[in-house]
């Protein structure tokens, strides 16, 4: 190519670029020169600050619409690190009003420095004679912001407690994990239970306020607001009416209680006392309590019905009954003889009732344990084993809620593993009647029981039914699929209703009977470590189409008839609408003007009527 | 090939280049410690920045050392590396911001391969004009260039990388025009481009839409893409003719201004210094463009005249891009600011392409005695 012509390309280009810097200098000169007072004015004097407002979580309701958890609005005191002149100071006096120790809030603004700007909040929830000496002395505390922010507000205190969680500020290593999914440094987010599982429905969406603050970071003049969103509503299975009674029945003793509908794993009521009272959360959580309630022997944070590991006693026998039934060890007529112990190997292991002659209905009606040794012995470990694990005991149930416990289904290779030990016969009758090393869940037995009633599918337990937005269109159904099923024959659960209808008409339950309604169930006395033996009893009605099931266990308490079936007969009339005198219900006890309460009488309060799921309760998934 | 630089050929260093690129790169340190200098570690940011400066000057001597026809040699090789590195950003890469630009080296810590790939581009396009001198006498002859950038760029643009895939096109643009291509033919490629642009829309991110539509009322969003054009105008202006001194910026220490050690640190700098100060620095800019237009004015051969264009097309852009950002006449497309802003990938892609442009003019044709 012609050089002349390469470089007069070589000056155009370079009278394009000094032509680019011109235009950049002359737009310097606009901005800087010509407009620069303006822009001064507005950096010196008027900063553009924005504030973050914190979205409101989304309400809990209960299956009738009736609100669990809300929200109150409550003072928040903040600390503007850029307008701190004497740390240490101020952190003494802040300190000695807000209750803080003056190390934190120093912490807290050295995790500030990096962005000066905006405020760091020391705590929420502040009482209001606080703010108010906060403002008389305002000009002491340069920085101090007061603002106002809602706060988690659980209506009926500690009902539930651990089902629902609790909320506190994210932590650095939540923050890590989910700052892509848009969480910020200082919001709030669900902890345990509902709240952490259903976080990113509950939360909403921040919005902000675009203020110009002046060089004390106060605001001048508001130049626009992005509302906050307030988070979905997130509607639980729950039936309050049910979840008081069943909190009532098991009072300050405690334990579990589930009830639970077996056609879809929805739950109806879930307790686990003793439980914490979630007020203690809402400003944040001090250090000291934080501390109390992790080191509460009696571990009111732990979710019993889910957490929990408890030998389920003679509850298990629906295991081990399975499992001889299959094997075709056994049939309903088969004669046992029990002289109130049994005899292997030497041992004698004694049973809790000498029964003498019994048929295998029987044996399970009065909870034969001497029978029970002999089908577990003959059935063997590995199959009781099996069965347990068909019924879904060892493992996760899929429940909605966080850090389910698996429980444990022991056999030989397990308990070589785990004890480097070999497994003895009188493991296997132990485990045969749900001593020894099995642990189970109370949920786990509820959807055992549940997999009875229904004809043997495993459902998944769920806590939410459904996710609503403001304006209440449903926005997600919860309901998830069953896991599977237990894949025992249809004869075999013929016979085990039977034997569990024989434990209420004429067995060791015999003391949930009750006019109007026809129950099955199984009571468990299981040996504790230390202490009274663990109380149990697993439930379903009505015998034929079975709507609800109910497991009550009592830590510590004795005998499952005596102590945990009057709470599962109280939750089962509370479901149904049964009075204690069996009479036509006047009315569920406090609901008063409940939907529900319209119905007709008879009509069952929580349980949707038989055959039509989800025709009686607002909007149950399928 | 010669190793080693001859005394004579080391005389020929242009002084005005090397000394313009020094001032920029000890500004830029300033500049960078003026913005990083808040937290607990206020020497953590500018002795990142020094440690590069450091590596990227060793390196360029060796650049300097070897003759720059070399590279030539090297050019197939080295854009099928490029090509894959760029690729493996895409497989392998770290995201920042909604974009992935990053590849992790473990304990050495990360580089954007996107900025070495403009100087292998540069390289690569040269040798390519070379061994096809033309002449250009239809829009047809250019389309094995457009094929050359094109690879890379859509690797770029997918990361995405709205920015430096920009870059490319000017690279492009200035090379081939100074290679000869004829202007009709480049305005009908520009006219295409524009075409193809609303196609390109629909390829864009959120957040790349956002930004091109905030550029043209801030006022749509002033929290999200439009506050830092306000913040970042705020901040300029208030630097006013003399500036509030270095290290005074009330915009920068309130860190009003986002990204400000990185893609807006123009804006402090206007701020701090104030129009004398920016205009001083575009100043310098021009200089170092200048003499890099000299160097092409001066190569020996095609191939050195065409990358000494492309480099300094590649700069002019950046800087035009850059601080008319900074000012509200171009939109938010994260180019950073040659040599001043903050990142080792970037500052070292520039401190090379200055050692190239001084290694093409100190071994131009007429040794001067």
Redesign the interface.
């Known amino acids: 190519?012609d050089r002349d012509?390469?470089?007069r390309?070589?000056s155009?280009?370079?009278v394009?670029?000094?032509a680019?810097?011109i235009?950049?200098?002359v737009?310097?000169?606009q901005?800087?020169?010509v407009?620069?007072?303006?822009?001064?004015k507005?950096?010196?004097e008027n900063?553009?600050r924005?504030t973050p407002v914190a979205a409101p979580r989304g309400a809990l309701v209960d299956r009738q619409g009736r609100t669990l958890a809300a929200n109150r609005p409550a003072f928040t005191v903040a600390l503007l690190p850029?307008e701190v002149r004497r740390p240490a100071a101020e952190a003494a006096a802040l300190g000695k009003i807000l209750g803080m120790d003056p190390a934190e809030i120093l912490l807290r603004l050295?995790d500030g420095?990096?962005?000066?700007?905006e405020p760091v909040r020391l705590r929420r929830d502040v009482p209001k004679e606080v703010i108010a000496a906060i403002e008389e002395g305002q000009l002491d505390l340069p920085g101090v912001l007061v603002e106002v922010e809602p706060v988690r507000q659980y209506v009926y205190r500690s009902l539930a407690a651990q089902i629902f969680g609790y909320v506190g500020e994210i932590n650095d290593q939540e923050l890590r994990r989910l700052r892509s999914a848009g969480y910020e440094l200082g919001d709030l987010i669900g902890k345990d239970g509902v709240e952490q599982t259903y976080d990113a429905y509950i939360r909403g969406k921040n919005g902000?306020i675009?203020a110009e603050v002046d060089a004390q970071g106060r605001v001048v003049r508001t130049?626009?607001t992005?509302p906050a969103v307030p988070g979905n509503t997130v509607v639980l299975g729950m039936d309050l009416t049910v979840q008081q009674v069943a909190e009532a029945g098991l009072g300050g003793r405690p334990g579990a209680v589930v009830a639970m509908d077996p056609r879809d794993g929805t739950i109806i009521a879930m307790v686990s006392h003793p439980a914490f009272d979630p007020d203690v959360f809402s400003g944040g959580i001090k250090a000291g309590v934080w501390n109390g309630l992790l080191k509460d022997p009696d571990r009111p944070l732990l979710d019993r019905v889910i957490q929990g590991a408890y030998p389920p006693g003679s509850v298990f026998k629906v295991v081990t009954a399975s499992a001889a039934l299959q094997l075709g060890l056994v049939t309903p007529e088969t004669g046992f003889y029990s002289p109130g112990y049994y005899n292997l190997g030497g041992w004698t292991f004694h049973e809790w009732k000498a029964l003498g002659h019994v048929n295998f209905i029987d044996a399970i009606a009065q909870s034969c344990d001497a029978c029970f040794y002999q089908l577990a012995q003959r059935a063997g470990p590995n199959a009781v084993a099996d069965y347990a694990r068909r019924y879904g005991l060892g493992a996760p149930t899929g429940v909605d809620l966080p850090n389910e416990g698996d429980g444990v289904v022991p056999d030989p290779r397990w308990k070589e593993r785990v004890w480097k030990q070999p497994w003895f016969g009188g493991d296997t009758l132990n485990t045969g009647i749900g001593q020894g090393y099995v642990l189970t869940t109370p949920l786990q037995i509820a959807r055992m029981m549940a997999a009875v009633a229904n004809g043997g599918t495993l459902v998944t337990p769920h806590v939410v039914t459904e996710i609503r937005s403001l304006d209440g269109k449903v926005i997600a159904r919860i309901a998830p699929p069953p896991s599977g099923r237990v894949n025992v024959s249809r004869e075999t659960m013929a016979i085990l209703h039977t034997g569990l209808a024989a434990v209420v008409t004429r067995g060791t339950g015999t003391g949930v009977l009750m006019p109007g309604l026809t129950v099955a169930g199984k009571t468990g006395t299981a040996e504790a470590s230390h202490g009274k033996p663990y109380a149990w009893f697993a439930a379903y009605a009505p015998v034929d189409q079975p709507r609800l099931v109910v497991v009550a266990m009592v830590e510590n308490a004795g005998f499952g008839a005596e102590n945990a079936l009057p709470v599962v007969k109280l939750v089962l009339q509370a479901a149904f609408g049964i009075g204690e005198s069996g009479a036509a219900p006047s009315g569920t006890p406090g609901a008063p003007g409940a939907p529900a309460q319209a119905q007709p009488a008879k009509a069952p309060a929580a349980i949707p009527r038989q055959g039509a799921p989800g025709t009686a309760a607002p909007k149950v998934g399928q | 090939m010669s190793v080693g630089i001859d005394r004579r050929v080391a005389r020929n260093i242009d002084p005005f280049l090397a000394g313009a690129t020094l001032l920029l790169c000890v500004f830029g340190l300033v500049m960078v410690y003026s913005t990083t200098r808040y937290g607990l570690h206020p020497l953590m940011f500018v002795r990142s920045q020094a440690l590069h400066l450091v590596v990227g000057v060793l390196v360029a001597g060796f650049i300097l050392a070897v003759d720059y026809r070399s590279f030539a040699a090297g050019a197939r090789w080295l854009y099928v590396v490029n090509l894959l590195l760029l690729a493996a950003v895409l497989v392998a890469g770290r995201s920042s911001l909604g974009a992935q630009r990053w590849i992790p080296l473990g304990p050495l810590g990360q580089f954007q391969p996107s900025e070495f790939a403009k100087l292998a581009i540069v390289i690569t396009l040269a040798r390519h004009l070379a061994d096809r001198p033309g002449p250009y006498t239809s829009v047809r002859d250019l389309l094995p260039f457009l094929a050359h950038i094109g690879l890379p760029m859509i690797l770029i643009f997918k990361q995405p990388d709205l920015g430096t895939a920009l870059v490319y096109g000017a690279i492009f643009v200035g090379m081939l025009y100074a290679g000869g291509a004829r202007r009709r033919d480049l305005a009908l490629l520009g006219a295409a481009g524009a075409v193809a642009t609303p196609l390109l829309w629909r390829v864009f991110k959120e957040y790349q839409r956002r930004r091109l539509l905030s550029f043209l009322d801030p006022s749509l969003d002033p929290r999200g893409a439009g506050y830092g054009i306000i913040q970042s105008k705020i901040a300029v202006g208030s630097g006013m003719l003399w500036g509030k001194g270095l290290f005074a910026g009330t915009q920068n220490v309130l860190q009003f201004v986002p990204e400000h050690h990185t893609d807006f640190i123009f804006s402090v700098v206007g701020e701090e210094l104030g129009f004398i100060g920016a205009v001083l620095l575009l100043l310098l800019f021009y200089i170092w463009v200048a003499r890099g237009v000299r160097a092409a004015a001066v190569a020996r051969d095609r191939f050195g005249a065409l990358v000494a264009v492309g480099i300094v097309s590649m700069i002019a852009f950046h800087v035009f891009v850059n601080v008319g950002m900074t000012v509200g006449i171009m939109p938010i497309t994260g180019i950073p600011l040659p040599f001043i802003s903050y990142g080792g990938s970037a500052l070292m892609t520039m401190i090379w392409a200055a050692a190239l442009l001084l290694n093409i003019g100190m071994r131009r044709q007429k040794i001067l005695f």
């Open positions: 190519m012509i390469f470089e390309r070589l155009a280009i370079l394009v670029v000094a680019m810097l235009v950049l200098v737009r310097l000169w901005v800087q020169v407009q620069g007072d303006y822009y001064l507005l950096s010196e900063r553009l924005v850029l050295a420095r990096d962005r000066p700007f902000e675009q130049l626009g992005v």
